[in-house]
């Protein structure tokens, strides 16, 4: 198999739970990024809001990309899980998400659930990107 391990060590290590932060199909240049959320290294949430929850979770999620050599413009599908109804906390996260993906526009699903991964977890992202070549553009399939 093809596939490399994604898991920067300044984020929570994710050994204990059977994963990394994300995988890089080296075949296809495919990155598959674990959810993010907004935990610190010793699993513990560093805030209570869900804006501020979004917030971090979205620099883990780049810090992982950049291990993994992508960026939010290589995105090509990112899920957005939000504990309750989605609906509830549109007005709140849809422009951290949108400032955060700029002009990168990728296929976008949200998903509302009744539980994540620590009780206090109200947002957790995951995304697929592709990584870049050394022109910092999307390597060729």
């Known amino acids: 198999m093809n596939i490399q391990k994604i898991n920067p060590n300044t984020l929570y290590d994710g050994s204990p739970f059977g994963l990394s932060q994300a995988t890089i199909d080296t075949l ?4 598959f990024v674990s959810g993010q959320v907004d935990w610190d290294t010793d699993y513990e949430l560093k805030n209570s809001t869900i804006e501020a929850q979004a917030e971090n979770a979205l620099k883990n999620l780049s810090v992982v990309l950049s291990a993994a050599n992508a960026s939010v413009e290589n995105i090509l599908q990112l899920r957005v899980y939000i504990r309750g109804e989605l609906s509830e906390h549109m007005d709140n996260v849809v422009p951290i998400i949108t400032q955060y993906l700029g002009t990168s526009r990728p296929a976008l699903t949200g998903i509302g659930v ?28």
């Open 28 to 31: 296809s240049g495919l990155v």
């Open 114 to 141: 009744a539980s994540l991964a620590s009780p206090g977890t109200l947002i957790e992202i995951e995304a697929v990107a592709r990584v870049k070549n050394a022109d910092n553009e999307p390597i060729a399939s």
